[in-house]
């Protein structure tokens, strides 16, 4: 085990750093096969973008043994009293506490070249990589995520969160939770239980599962491949010349694109002919539809133009009868207009979907305008039983309006419920990202991650103008969203702005 200092010894160091020496690795070799490196960190918050890490616990272990690192991390900003209660950690202890800068060389040695262990992995790891990123360096290495390791190894149980797996394993904790090196040491002494209670074997084929890549096409490049995200998002797959494959989005990028290209998908044409993947990581379902219809935009230039879309409008008779007809996006705003049904590519569809309504629920479609009327008696679907007889007078023009509305109204395009344009905000399960979509009229102006990233583009008007046409594909994706928000927040464009 490891031989644990006390963590008050060091603390007058400007670093509050807590290093502890090497001790035997006492599980044998199925421990020491890999170098790894446990990791917990304490953060201002849960949001990526604008929270920063206050403290790093390592747990480093290969065939020498395992080691401990600890160390305090100024934020250069003040933390809630919330996290404070949270964790211990004040600003007072913060205050001579090295920053993230001053610490990122040391701390790149340690976790270079092992594999990167944590609770919930995405959320350590994602705010690793990002607290580099912001110095300009670029961190990578491969992550497991003992959450994903629990529930692999002991599928029959349905929690495992940190304090579920300690308590039924019957790991005793040593120091505070929700101190770092505390919870890094936990999962540390969770995987030596782990290897007493199971085959090494079984526990090598599960991380091997969940942490190694197929062997890849020769032709594709692994360095954009291991960049690939455990998140929400949309992606492409392209062949020769930039030839379109696929496009799909999907709730975990790097799981989804990886499946592409395990053994038994090697006789495919996907694994055979891919040749590049782009990928657009989301904080959710949301972003990650806006995705893959602009993946599919890029990849076909199709123009973002809807002019030659259809839509049928009641027009009212004087007979008291409403007669549909056809409307072309260009011509009519379809975003204001509250009197529009159905939305057809082309007029071909429109024709072709009316009149299979009209077949379906016995309209006459002479008085519809799909047939000319005929000049001595019923029409030709009344002879064959699928007219009521609207155009003889069997039936009178008010109930073939009625009916035909009633008929009508589920396909009832919904207009913008909005005076201008809207933020919709959306997060990830973790709070560490959040993306705001702006859209105006059924049409995505852009996606920002973060408020800051979208003031400033509000501010220098590096956008869209807000004043876009009406978008089907968009229109098809955000109606379910407006109705019911769920997880999605909106708000009025002004509401940000001012």
Same mark, same amino acid.
């Given at each position: 085990?490891?031989?644990?200092?006390?963590?008050?010894?060091?603390?007058?160091?400007?670093?509050?750093?807590?290093?502890?020496?090497?001790?035997?690795?006492?599980?044998?070799?199925?421990?020491?096969?890999?170098?790894?490196?446990?990791?917990?960190?304490?953060?201002?918050?849960?949001?990526?973008?604008?929270?920063?890490?206050?403290?790093?616990?390592?747990?480093?272990?290969?065939?020498?043994?395992?080691?401990?690192?600890?160390?305090?991390?100024?934020?250069?900003?003040?933390?809630?009293?919330?996290?404070?209660?949270?964790?211990?950690?004040?600003?007072?202890?913060?205050?001579?506490?090295?920053?993230?800068?001053? $610490?990122? *060389?040391? %701390?790149?040695?340690?976790?270079?070249?092992? #594999?990167?262990? @944590?609770?919930? =992995?995405?959320?350590? !790891? +994602?705010?690793?990589?990002?607290?580099?990123?912001?110095?300009?360096?670029?961190?990578?290495?491969?992550?497991?995520?003992?959450?994903?390791?629990?529930?692999?190894?002991?599928?029959?149980?349905?929690?495992?969160?940190?304090?579920?797996?300690?308590?039924?394993?019957?790991?005793?904790?040593?120091?505070?939770?929700?101190?770092?090196?505390?919870?890094?040491?936990?999962?540390?002494?969770?995987?030596?239980?782990?290897?007493?209670?199971?085959?090494?074997?079984?526990?090598?084929?599960?991380?091997?599962?969940?942490?190694?890549?197929?062997? $890849?096409? *020769?032709? %594709?490049?692994?360095?954009?491949?291991?960049? #690939?995200?455990? @998140?929400?998002? =949309?992606?492409?797959? !392209? +062949?020769?010349?930039?030839?379109?494959?696929?496009?799909?989005?999907?709730?975990?990028?790097?799981?989804?694109?990886?499946?592409?290209?395990?053994?038994?998908?090697?006789?495919?044409?996907?694994?055979?002919?891919?040749?590049?993947?782009?990928?657009?990581?989301?904080?959710?379902?949301?972003?990650?539809?806006?995705?893959?219809?602009?993946?599919?935009?890029?990849?076909?230039?199709?123009?973002?133009?809807?002019?030659?879309?259809?839509?049928?409008?009641?027009?009212?008779?004087?007979?008291?009868?409403?007669?549909?007809?056809?409307?072309?996006?260009?011509?009519?705003?379809?975003?204001?207009?509250?009197?529009?049904?159905?939305?057809?590519?082309?007029?071909?569809?429109?024709?072709?979907?009316?009149?299979?309504?009209?077949?379906?629920?016995?309209?006459?479609?002479?008085?519809?305008?799909?047939?000319?009327?005929?000049?001595?008696?019923?029409?030709?679907?009344?002879?064959?039983?699928?007219?009521?007889?609207?155009?003889?007078?069997?039936?009178?023009?008010?109930?073939?309006?009625?009916?035909?509305?009633?008929?009508?109204?589920?396909?009832?395009?919904?207009?913008?419920?909005?005076?201008?344009?809207?933020?919709?905000?959306?997060?990830?399960?973790?709070?560490?990202?959040?993306?705001?979509?702006?859209?105006?009229?059924?049409?995505?102006?852009?996606?920002?991650?973060?408020?800051?990233?979208?003031?400033?583009?509000?501010?220098?008007?590096?956008?869209?103008?807000?004043?876009?046409?009406?978008?089907?594909?968009?229109?098809?994706?955000?109606?379910?969203?407006?109705?019911?928000?769920?997880?999605?927040?909106?708000?009025?464009?002004?509401?940000?702005?001012?």
């Amino acid at each position: 085990m490891i031989a644990h200092l006390n963590p008050l010894a060091l603390a007058e160091t400007r670093s509050n750093l807590v290093e502890r020496p090497a001790t035997a690795a006492t599980e044998g070799d199925a421990l020491a096969t890999q170098a790894l490196v446990f990791v917990d960190l304490e953060t201002s918050g849960a949001n990526l973008a604008n929270d920063r890490i206050i403290e790093i616990g390592l747990v480093e272990v290969d065939a020498d043994g395992a080691r401990e690192w600890s160390v305090l991390v100024n934020p250069e900003t003040p933390l809630s009293a919330f996290i404070s209660g949270l964790t211990g950690i004040d600003d007072a202890m913060l205050r001579p506490a090295a920053t993230f800068r001053e $610490l990122a *060389p040391a %701390l790149l040695e340690r976790l270079r070249g092992r #594999l990167f262990i @944590a609770h919930n =992995a995405r959320f350590d !790891y +994602g705010f690793l990589r990002g607290e580099f990123k912001r110095l300009g360096t670029e961190f990578r290495a491969p992550t497991l995520c003992t959450v994903k390791l629990s529930r692999r190894l002991f599928p029959e149980h349905h929690r495992h969160n940190l304090d579920t797996l300690l308590s039924r394993h019957g790991v005793t904790v040593t120091g505070d939770r929700h101190r770092a090196l505390t919870d890094a040491r936990a999962l540390w002494d969770l995987w030596q239980c782990w290897h007493r209670l199971l085959p090494a074997a079984t526990i090598r084929d599960a991380v091997r599962t969940l942490v190694g890549r197929p062997a $890849l096409p *020769p032709q %594709l490049d692994a360095a954009s491949i291991d960049e #690939l995200p455990e @998140a929400a998002g =949309a992606y492409a797959l !392209y +062949g020769e010349n930039d030839r379109l494959l696929l496009i799909k989005r999907c709730a975990n990028l790097r799981q989804q694109v990886l499946a592409h290209f395990a053994v038994e998908q090697r006789d495919r044409p996907i694994f055979r002919d891919t040749r590049r993947v782009d990928w657009r990581e989301t904080a959710g379902e949301l972003g990650a539809r806006l995705s893959e219809i602009a993946l599919a935009r890029a990849a076909t230039n199709r123009p973002e133009t809807f002019d030659d879309w259809c839509s049928w409008q009641l027009r009212p008779q004087a007979d008291g009868e409403s007669r549909p007809r056809l409307m072309l996006a260009g011509d009519l705003d379809f975003a204001l207009a509250d009197d529009l049904f159905g939305l057809y590519p082309n007029r071909r569809d429109a024709l072709r979907s009316l009149r299979k309504l009209a077949e379906a629920n016995r309209l006459c479609p002479s008085q519809l305008g799909l047939d000319p009327p005929s000049q001595d008696g019923p029409c030709a679907a009344y002879r064959q039983k699928n007219c009521r007889g609207a155009c003889i007078g069997k039936e009178t023009p008010a109930l073939h309006g009625v009916r035909l509305l009633t008929v009508l109204a589920k396909f009832k395009l919904m207009v913008w419920p909005y005076k201008g344009a809207v933020v919709l905000s959306e997060s990830d399960d973790f709070g560490m990202r959040t993306d705001l979509h702006l859209i105006d009229r059924w049409r995505h102006l852009g996606t920002w991650h973060g408020e800051d990233a979208l003031l400033e583009a509000l501010r220098t008007g590096d956008h869209p103008s807000s004043g876009g046409r009406f978008d089907p594909d968009i229109y098809h994706v955000l109606r379910r969203y407006l109705r019911t928000p769920g997880k999605i927040r909106i708000r009025p464009l002004s509401a940000t702005t001012t």
